[in-house]
């Protein structure tokens, strides 16, 4: 069953009635590195520094401390379980760099620092049919990427992304499965952008268009593109 589309469970929609979610679907072309993502790596703690965002005051940036809040109400320690944005961020400012993973990771991860919004991918061949952002399920298992073996037991508190066969990513944005991972065989992929309320920083749809055009860059194809979830007024 292909890939269909991303939807919003109404329980999770009335908990966060601002909830958004961009979408965008690429043809992609994945290398191990691209010189125009390293560009964009050596950039990052310079647009932090110009905002004046420092390790310190990081949990207190408006767009990171209303995840944290949405990480509280899910039942995870937000000092332990971070949105995958703060944990992007963390690295930028503590010196460490973004994990080296592909030019097309890479480049979606520094299109989230850039612009404060949580982003992930997935690859459409792996994706059962549609991907619901809904609650956990009793008994649902989750298995992270880059823990072979690994099995999370999923709370029903947790938020999470999941297609009709499996959870695709844990924790709304924390972490990605290993089941539907973008790799070097990856020929099409959907890509996520995140805001479970109003963005203080990035309209989704801005990010939409920057994530396209650093895509562009690199040689992937954006398609089609549509943001989910409340209207704009």
Not at 85 to 92: D, G, S, T
């Amino acid at each position: 069953m292909p890939f269909s589309d991303i939807t919003i469970d109404p329980e999770v929609q009335r908990a966060y009635p601002d909830v958004r979610i961009g979408v965008l679907t690429a043809d992609i072309v994945v290398r191990s590195e691209h010189p125009y993502v390293d560009e964009l790596k050596v950039s990052l703690a310079g647009i932090l520094a110009s905002r004046g965002v420092t390790e310190e005051n990081l949990a207190t940036q408006p767009d990171i401390a209303a995840w944290r809040s949405v990480y509280g109400a899910m039942g995870a320690k937000p000092s332990k379980y971070r949105s995958s944005l703060e944990a992007l961020a963390r690295r930028v400012l503590k010196g460490s760099g973004l994990w080296s993973v592909s030019s097309v990771v890479d480049c979606y991860n520094c299109a989230s620092v850039q612009t404060f919004l949580a982003m992930g991918a997935h690859d459409t061949s792996k994706v059962n049919g549609m991907i619901t952002l809904r609650y956990g399920r009793p008994e649902e298992k989750f298995f992270p990427l880059g823990a072979e073996g690994e099995e999370i037991d999923v709370n029903p508190r947790n938020i999470v992304y999941a297609d009709e066969t499996k959870i695709c990513c844990w924790l709304w944005n924390h972490r990605d499965t290993r089941l539907a991972g973008v790799t070097d065989q990856t020929k099409e992929a959907v890509f996520i952008i995140d805001a479970a309320f109003e963005p203080h920083l990035t309209p989704v749809e801005k990010g939409i268009e920057i994530l396209a055009g650093h895509l562009e860059r690199i040689g992937c194809y954006p398609k089609k593109s549509c943001v989910k979830g409340r209207p704009l007024t």
